[in-house]
């Protein structure tokens, strides 16, 4: 399934969830401000929590690392999906045992400790996770869900209280409901894609995948359980790298040609 086969069907799902039509274009960019809203309240909410527990970005090496994995894919985003036009990217480490990676409408994202090291996981690896959890962002899954469990509720005419009752249900969302399948196939096609687009190697996704589906056990815990695998995932994530290495060649070649850029001390959206 192509990436457009895959927005397509996420942008479908989420105009039903909150009852907008595709026709009314004022609707959308008022939901999107709201959840951008909620979304930077949820991630400063995680980021206060670890801070006080003094395990935010305390390991370096892998802060540096994700960081670097994640800084082309950050870069193309809007490209490959215009929604991000006007996210304002983060990443973070917390020290944590607990394998979490997630990426909340915005850009923000939260990965552990305890994910690299419970699967081993390469640089390389590590791309492909951060690709997954940034595809189901621009596709909007935790998005469609999170509006549609805020819709659920008394309206609440404050702007400001109903940015915090959507800042609540993000950060539920994002912690404990797992992806069906359908979502998840969906979401490895988009992120494939998505890494080879951006020049990131998408070949590696193969050994991740085993890796998660080797470290899950009988009780999954964390980003295991939210992402399930079942058999045949992998068949069919490595039947779908083939065909799109020429749009990974492809990427290499004009990220070359480009003029280099002088070196600069700080990555803007990364801190």
């Known amino acids: 399934m192509t990436c457009r086969r895959v927005l397509a ?11 907008t039509r ?14 951008l809203r909620a979304a930077d309240m949820a991630y400063a909410r995680e980021l206060e929590r670890a801070r006080v527990k003094r395990s935010l970005d305390i390991n370096t090496a892998q802060v540096a690392m994700a960081r670097r994995v ?4 950050m870069g193309y985003a809007a490209t490959f999906a215009p929604v991000a036009a006007p996210w304002s990217w983060a990443l973070h480490v917390e020290t944590r045992d607990e394998p979490v990676a997630y990426c909340l409408p915005g850009g923000k994202i939260m990965l552990s400790t305890g994910l690299v090291d419970r699967m081993k996981l390469t640089p390389d690896e590590l791309a492909v996770v951060l690709a997954h959890v940034i595809a189901h962002a621009l596709a909007g899954h935790d998005a469609a869900t999170a509006t549609a469990r ?37 979401t490895d096609a988009m992120a494939l894609e998505f890494m080879a687009r951006a020049g990131v190697d998408p070949e590696p996704a193969v050994e991740t995948w085993r890796k998660i589906a080797r470290a899950g056990g009988a009780t999954p815990p964390g980003f295991l359980s939210l992402h399930p695998t079942w058999p045949g995932r992998i068949d069919e994530i490595e039947a779908q790298i083939a065909p799109i290495l020429p749009l990974f060649e492809q990427a290499k ?3 070359a040609a480009r003029p280099r850029q002088p070196p600069v001390r700080t990555r803007p959206g990364l801190n």
Do not use: C, W, Y
């Open 9 to 19: 069907l996420a942008l479908s799902s989420l105009l039903a969830m909150t009852g």
């Open 22 to 35: 595709a026709q009314d274009v004022t609707a959308p960019a008022t939901d999107q401000t709201l959840m």
């Open 70 to 73: 994640v800084f082309p894919m």
């Open 150 to 186: 805020l819709a659920a509720l008394p309206f609440a005419p404050d702007p400001n209280r109903r940015a915090l009752q959507l800042a609540d249900i993000l950060g539920k969302v994002m912690l404990n409901d797992a992806h069906d399948k359908e979502t998840e196939r969906e």
């Open 253 to 255: 070649a004009e990220i």
